[in-house]
């Protein structure tokens, strides 16, 4: 035989070269698209371990000669958020307190709404759906001063109540139909096993739907406390100044208007603020792909 | 007999559309039903209004003798299986078996009676801890029976419950489940596509179309006295033959094929004894066409010329012509049968159906 090379017998997988054309495009624009996306994160984070001196002769891309741990501190503790200066750690503990109860009572509701919804079919039922279907394209700006008088008029308007209440009305709609095309995409023949078997509306709900519906479930409370944690609009307007969430407190710090800008501080505290939602995401990737694939395919 | 299932002019809408429409039906005590019919017929609806998963339009449901038209399922004597099996997928198979008897609050030295009884009769014990995700397609169509056999109910309902198995499991099962109405005595309601299905296992077959029983009859009659053409063409694989023609009333009755061949009919049983000439349908199944010399005797037989063969290892399966109409006909494997043979073929329509070409009726 003249060439070895040019005879190989074809056996077992196709050898393929790693560098392909399409392969280096592909991995080109990936790194370009991960480079722009981390490049602010890294500007964040040793801008805020820099002291301010430090900041104002560097540039903005060298790393800290000097690393130092203050603007995280005072972030937290001693910032000025507008007329008091005792730092995040409030803002924090008020948007814990209007997430966590806002999260499980529209998760909740919205759940056996969709589970009503799709089992349950009632007079009217039609005529609901078309209505939340509605009340998730309405940008809710439009329903704020409405939601304004209501909650004046309930006497809640400048507490937590308030916050919490508006969080779970506008999140009914989005997380109903969540919900609702999740519960459809289950075998109805389940639901009527569970009725000849003679369990009633809660107990199918709680024994039958809601442990086959974890992967949602998880979407669902991620939606909410990640949305909620950001919001910024409600915190203002129905919080009340005791009660301002993490959002708004950041807001005043970074724009205050007296004094130096503390660079450092600012970053500090936004990366606090964002750490959440942050945590959120990374503990929680992995369920919240698969809840939307099992959203989409079957259960 | 006395009766365990009645439906009295039963009427089921969805918006405007009728799916069933004034039915009735009475099933004995004990009785295998089968519901057949091509796939939308409404044979689903029926059992799920039966069972009161879906709230009637019209008439009334009687079970035991009781009326259960407004009745919950739980409360209506009925257990249910399903084609897609419709465990529920978080409990063990014995969690599977019990639910329903926890939900009624039984006493637990009483539901382990019951699942253990369950479980030996459908031979599921080594299961019983396990997930439905870790058993077969068969094995979880027997839980989903046992899951219907603990509630200990006078009517059993099954909705395609082997469809979703292969052939070979399909009929072990079907098989297990005769066993199983044998040795209960429950009344059974079966639904079904399938005429093998069908004519195996009921006591009595329903033919369902559109909404409206057809005949309900014991299999032999559905099968050779099939009381119109819809249900002669639906029963019987390979399907009844149809010849188009005449048929001419007289002292001997003669059946005028379209291209003018005699086929005397007189040893049909009418139902009425025929007046006149009208357009008519003669049916013949291919196993009762005959081949060869027997041929002679037969009141009709021709010579044909064979255009297909289909061996089907027990039998061999011809097509050919009579009368210039297609027609198939069974031949035992061993008669070697090639394209283009002349045989003598012959049949007796005393075991045919005549149909009325206008009214398809049964003549
Ligand atoms: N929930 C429903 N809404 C509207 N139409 C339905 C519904 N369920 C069934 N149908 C219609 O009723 C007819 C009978 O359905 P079904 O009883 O499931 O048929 P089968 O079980 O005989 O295949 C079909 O035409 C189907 O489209
Ligand atoms: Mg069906």
């Known amino acids: 035989m003249a060439s070895i090379a040019a005879t190989i017998e074809p056996f077992g997988p196709r050898p393929r070269p790693f560098f392909t054309p399409t392969r280096i495009i592909i991995y080109g624009i990936i790194i370009v698209a991960a480079l722009y996306y981390m490049l602010p994160l890294y500007v964040m984070i040793t801008t805020s371990l820099k002291g301010l001196p430090e900041i104002r002769v560097g540039n903005i891309f060298a790393p800290p000669l000097e690393v130092t741990f203050e603007p995280w501190v005072k972030a937290w503790t001693s910032a000025c958020t507008g007329l008091t200066c005792n730092g995040l750690a409030p803002g924090f503990w008020n948007s814990v307190k209007i997430t966590l109860p806002s999260t499980i009572v529209s998760v909740f509701v919205a759940a056996v709404s969709g589970y009503a919804l799709v089992n349950w079919r009632f007079k009217g039922s039609e005529f609901f759906f078309t209505c939340l279907l509605l009340g998730s394209f309405i940008p809710y700006q439009v329903m704020l001063y409405p939601m304004v008088m209501i909650t004046a008029q309930l006497k809640i308007f400048g507490t937590l109540w308030a916050v919490i209440l508006v969080h779970t009305v506008f999140g009914m709609p989005i997380l109903t139909l969540l919900f609702r095309n999740y519960f459809a995409s289950l075998p109805q023949e389940l639901f009527k096993a569970a009725r000849v078997d003679g369990a009633g509306f809660w107990r199918i709900f709680f024994q039958i739907m809601a442990p086959m519906s974890l992967p949602i479930f998880a979407v669902a409370i991620i939606l909410q406390v990640t949305g909620i944690w950001n919001d910024f609009l409600f915190g203002v307007v129905f919080a009340g100044t005791q009660n301002y969430p993490m959002t708004v407190q950041l807001n005043n710090i970074v724009n205050s208007a007296q004094g130096v800008r503390e660079y450092n501080v600012n970053m500090a505290a936004t990366i606090l603020t964002a750490a959440v939602p942050l945590i959120v995401y990374f503990v929680s990737g992995k369920w919240f792909v698969r809840g939307i694939a099992a959203g989409a395919v079957k259960g | ?363």
């Not at chain 2, 200990?152 to 066993?179: G, Q, T």
């Not at chain 2, 559905?222 to 390979?238: C, D, M, Q, R, T």
């Open chain 2, 1 to 363: 007999m006395q009766s365990s299932v009645s439906i009295k002019d039963l009427s089921l809408n969805f918006g405007a559309v009728q799916v069933l429409k004034g039915l009735d039906l009475e099933v004995g005590q004990g009785e295998f039903i089968v519901l057949l019919g091509p796939s939308g017929c409404g044979k689903s609806t029926l059992l799920n209004c039966i069972a009161g998963l879906l709230e009637v339009s019209g008439g009334q449901i009687f079970i035991g003798g009781k009326n259960v038209t407004w009745s919950e399922p739980k409360d209506r004597g009925i257990g249910m299986v399903f084609q897609s099996y419709a465990l529920y997928p978080q409990m063990s198979v014995e969690r599977n078996l019990s639910f329903g008897l926890r939900v009624a609050g039984m006493p637990r030295d009483e539901i382990e009676r019951r699942v253990a009884r369950a479980a030996e009769i459908l031979q599921i014990q080594p299961l019983l801890q396990r997930k439905p995700a870790n058993l077969s397609g068969g094995q979880r169509q027997r839980v989903a029976i046992g899951r219907a056999l603990v509630r200990d109910v006078d009517v059993f309902l099954f909705d395609e419950p082997l469809s979703n198995l292969d052939a070979k499991l399909r009929s072990d099962l079907r098989v297990e489940i005769k066993r199983l109405h044998q040795r209960l005595k429950n009344t059974m309601i079966y639904v079904t596509h399938d005429q093998i299905e069908a004519l195996t296992l009921a006591d009595r077959i329903a033919i369902m179309r559109g909404g409206e029983i057809q005949q309900l009859a014991d299999p032999h009659t559905i099968y050779n006295k099939p009381v119109n053409l819809y249900v002669a063409g639906f029963i019987g694989s390979p399907s009844m033959n149809f010849l188009q023609g005449t048929l001419n009333g007289a002292t001997q009755p003669m059946f005028v094929a379209e291209d003018g061949t005699q086929v005397p009919v007189s040893t049909y049983a009418f139902e009425a004894a025929p007046q006149g000439s009208s357009k008519a349908v003669l049916g013949v199944r291919p196993e009762h066409i005959v081949l060869g010399d027997v041929a002679r005797t037969m009141p009709f037989s021709t010579e044909v010329e064979i255009e297909i063969v289909e061996p089907m290892g027990s039998d061999t399966l011809a097509w050919t012509r009579i009368a210039g109409q297609p027609v198939t006909f069974r031949a035992d494997s061993d008669v070697l049968l090639h394209v283009g043979q002349k045989v003598l073929v012959g049949f007796d329509p005393a075991r045919g159906s005549i149909f009325d070409a206008q009214s398809t009726n049964r003549l």
